[in-house]
């Protein structure tokens, strides 16, 4: 089919972020945009990843553009407390190619040379410390709460544009699409309900009825109707998948609380912490904080889980911004939709699938799959054919069944077994990863499009160097035993070892000097101005 027209259903970030980028990226497409006028948004923040660099270089915008207007901050890693061990321990998750731990190449494969290590030296390199030998920069860049753009490369493992990520309120942030990009590219807006539609002899779309009246056409309909996934599962069948053999948090609180001290509180990464049947995101923003308890309503009732998460929220602030935090309720589906793209209807975001945000996913999925998109209709000036569909069906699967199953490992290689939640997790539930087979025997049969740049590094990312932390922080440890060590190597391994300590201390100096993430973004990016602090005093 040729594509000349695309409709997208559905506001919010998700139909914004597929409006800006369609938009600007396919000038030869005419976009328009329907939207309820009654269907609001909610946002207490949300935890990116590294590949969204990418979506925002494809529009051409640079931090100072956007961040401030979307009271955005930095994330250079995610830290994951009580995961292990309800004991307050932690590890981190940073975001670096960097090989720090040997400070130079061809020193072996990290984890490996880590769980040497670890079983030569345990007091010196136990669990939380595989980010801080793997990526020292980042990471302590992290620890500290520090930022700099590493403008004369001091650290030669950092980069900051590639090594940071943001929390950003997604609802700004796809208002600020809309108005910078989305409509200035052409794109039409429409306020209007949708209530009907109807099919060609094919099943094809080729109308939709809108509550004022309008009837509209198009070559191509994005859903971006949240769960409710409109189109794609109501209207094209497209069977939802549940991952609730795999993932089995199926309820969250949510809530937005202030600052109480905004340098402090203002980390440059995302918090996860474990409670007893489930896991509190903190995400802070500009102006405030976002945070939530992501629970099992199988092990836990929505009553006792508000309980928990308020003697939680205790245990990071005042009892008073605890006891009256604003909270809502949440329901959640993980799954997706058995193909994204059926005939004239793709997918995107939560009308597609959902994986719990344990790996902020939740804006990843959705530019990776606007990427894909937008890829092809580029690809033959918007013809579209069936092979182009099944190749972009396979890749967001596979990419999909990926996060799932990496966010799965944080359950399944847990110590934890203190509560029934835990047990579950390590002893019971399914986890079976399909990593690397498949994908490359599709490989060659959609190339460039399984196999694209923005693809790859995500696949790169999830499924090899991410594991490597988790599965580190969780204490595993390929080689256990001091006896499996050859002898001939424990000189190379105290060498090392020296020389990982003389760079760890060098690295711990020169970032204790660097301003806050606070003090760095105040100057940076919000030009001085901080508005927020200004009314809490």
Same mark, same amino acid.
């Given at each position: 089919?040729?594509?000349?027209?695309?409709?997208?259903?559905?506001?919010?970030?998700?139909?914004?972020?597929?409006?800006?980028?369609?938009?600007?990226?396919?000038?030869? +497409?005419?976009?328009?945009?329907?939207?309820?006028?009654?269907?609001? !948004?909610?946002?207490?923040? *949300?935890?990116?990843?590294?590949? +969204?660099?990418?979506?925002?270089?494809?529009?051409?915008?640079?931090?100072?553009?956007?961040?401030?207007?979307?009271?955005?901050?930095?994330?250079?890693? +995610?830290?994951?407390?009580?995961?292990?061990?309800?004991?307050?321990?932690?590890?981190?998750?940073?975001?670096?190619?960097?090989?720090?731990?040997?400070?130079?190449?061809?020193?072996?494969?990290?984890?490996?040379?880590?769980?040497?290590?670890? !079983?030569?030296?345990?007091?010196?390199?136990?669990?939380?410390? @595989?980010?801080?030998?793997?990526?020292?920069?980042?990471?302590?860049?992290?620890?500290?709460?520090?930022?700099?753009?590493?403008?004369?490369?001091?650290?030669?493992?950092?980069? @900051?544009?590639?090594?940071?990520?943001?929390?950003?309120?997604?609802?700004?942030?796809?208002?600020?699409?809309?108005?910078?990009?989305?409509?200035?590219?052409?794109?039409?807006?429409?306020?209007?309900?949708?209530?009907?539609?109807?099919?060609?002899?094919?099943?094809?779309?080729?109308?939709? $009825?809108?509550?004022?009246?309008?009837?509209?056409?198009?070559?191509?309909?994005?859903?971006?109707?949240?769960?409710?996934?409109?189109?794609?599962?109501?209207?094209?069948?497209? *069977?939802?998948?549940?991952?609730?053999?795999?993932?089995?948090?199926?309820?969250?609180?949510?809530?937005?609380?202030?600052?109480?001290?905004?340098?402090?509180?203002?980390?440059?990464?995302?918090?996860?912490?474990?409670? $007893?049947?489930?896991?509190?995101?903190?995400?802070?923003?500009?102006?405030?904080?976002?945070?939530?308890?992501?629970?099992?309503?199988?092990?836990?009732?929505?009553?006792?889980?508000?309980?928990?998460?308020?003697?939680?929220?205790?245990?990071?602030?005042?009892?008073?911004?605890?006891?009256?935090?604003?909270?809502?309720?949440?329901?959640?589906?993980?799954?997706?939709?058995?193909?994204?793209?059926?005939?004239?209807?793709?997918?995107?975001?939560?009308?597609?699938?959902?994986?719990?945000?344990?790996?902020?996913?939740?804006?990843?999925?959705?530019?990776?799959? +606007?990427?894909?998109?937008?890829?092809?209709?580029?690809?033959?000036?918007?013809?579209?054919?069936?092979?182009?569909?099944?190749? @972009?069906?396979?890749?967001?699967?596979? *990419?999909?069944?990926?996060?799932?199953?990496?966010?799965?490992?944080?359950?399944?290689?847990?110590?934890?077994?203190?509560?029934?939640?835990?047990?579950?997790?390590?002893?019971?539930?399914?986890?079976?990863?399909?990593?690397?087979?498949?994908?490359?025997?599709?490989?060659?049969?959609?190339?460039?499009?399984?196999?694209?740049?923005?693809?790859?590094?995500?696949?790169?990312?999830?499924?090899?160097?991410?594991?490597? @932390?988790?599965?580190?922080?969780?204490?595993?440890?390929?080689? $256990?035993?001091?006896?499996?060590?050859?002898?001939?190597?424990?000189?190379?391994?105290?060498?090392?070892?020296?020389?990982?300590?003389?760079?760890?201390?060098?690295?711990?100096?020169?970032?204790?000097?660097?301003?806050?993430?606070?003090?760095?973004?105040?100057?940076?990016?919000?030009?001085?101005?901080? *508005?927020?602090?200004?009314?809490?005093?």
């Amino acid at each position: 089919m040729k594509v000349k027209t695309v409709n997208i259903v559905g506001g919010g970030s998700s139909g914004w972020m597929a409006a800006a980028a369609l938009g600007k990226m396919c000038p030869n +497409i005419e976009v328009t945009l329907i939207e309820s006028p009654n269907i609001g !948004t909610v946002g207490v923040g *949300e935890s990116t990843l590294g590949q +969204i660099t990418l979506f925002l270089d494809y529009l051409g915008l640079d931090d100072e553009d956007w961040m401030s207007e979307c009271d955005a901050t930095y994330k250079n890693s +995610i830290r994951f407390t009580n995961f292990r061990e309800n004991d307050g321990t932690s590890f981190q998750y940073p975001f670096s190619d960097g090989l720090d731990y040997a400070d130079k190449e061809g020193a072996g494969d990290p984890i490996n040379v880590w769980s040497e290590l670890s !079983t030569l030296y345990p007091d010196r390199f136990t669990p939380d410390t @595989f980010a801080k030998f793997y990526a020292t920069v980042p990471t302590y860049i992290a620890d500290m709460n520090k930022q700099t753009r590493n403008a004369i490369n001091k650290f030669r493992h950092y980069n @900051f544009k590639w090594d940071t990520a943001y929390h950003v309120d997604a609802q700004k942030f796809g208002q600020f699409l809309k108005n910078k990009i989305a409509l200035p590219s052409g794109v039409k807006h429409i306020v209007a309900n949708v209530i009907d539609h109807n099919k060609d002899e094919l099943g094809y779309i080729n109308s939709v $009825s809108l509550d004022n009246g309008e009837v509209l056409t198009a070559d191509l309909w994005v859903d971006c109707t949240g769960f409710k996934s409109m189109l794609l599962e109501d209207w094209m069948g497209s *069977e939802f998948k549940s991952f609730g053999t795999h993932l089995f948090n199926d309820s969250a609180w949510a809530a937005r609380i202030p600052y109480e001290n905004r340098e402090e509180e203002m980390h440059n990464y995302t918090d996860c912490h474990a409670l $007893s049947s489930g896991w509190v995101w903190n995400i802070p923003l500009w102006s405030r904080i976002g945070t939530g308890y992501v629970y099992s309503s199988k092990f836990i009732s929505k009553e006792d889980a508000k309980k928990e998460f308020i003697e939680h929220l205790k245990t990071t602030g005042s009892a008073e911004r605890a006891e009256n935090a604003e909270m809502y309720h949440v329901e959640m589906r993980h799954g997706r939709r058995e193909k994204g793209w059926i005939k004239n209807v793709v997918g995107v975001g939560l009308s597609y699938g959902f994986v719990e945000p344990l790996e902020s996913t939740g804006l990843l999925t959705t530019h990776e799959n +606007i990427n894909k998109l937008v890829e092809i209709l580029n690809r033959r000036n918007g013809f579209v054919s069936r092979t182009e569909k099944e190749g @972009f069906n396979y890749a967001v699967e596979n *990419e999909v069944l990926k996060f799932r199953d990496f966010v799965s490992t944080h359950y399944s290689l847990s110590t934890r077994d203190d509560t029934p939640y835990w047990r579950y997790c390590t002893e019971v539930h399914d986890y079976y990863p399909q990593y690397f087979d498949e994908y490359v025997s599709k490989n060659s049969q959609y190339p460039n499009l399984v196999g694209s740049v923005t693809i790859s590094k995500t696949y790169h990312d999830t499924s090899f160097i991410a594991p490597l @932390f988790v599965a580190a922080g969780m204490g595993f440890k390929p080689i $256990s035993t001091k006896e499996m060590i050859h002898p001939t190597k424990i000189p190379y391994l105290e060498e090392i070892k020296n020389r990982h300590e003389a760079y760890e201390s060098w690295v711990k100096e020169e970032v204790s000097q660097l301003p806050s993430h606070y003090k760095f973004l105040l100057k940076e990016i919000y030009k001085g101005v901080d *508005e927020y602090a200004i009314q809490e005093k």
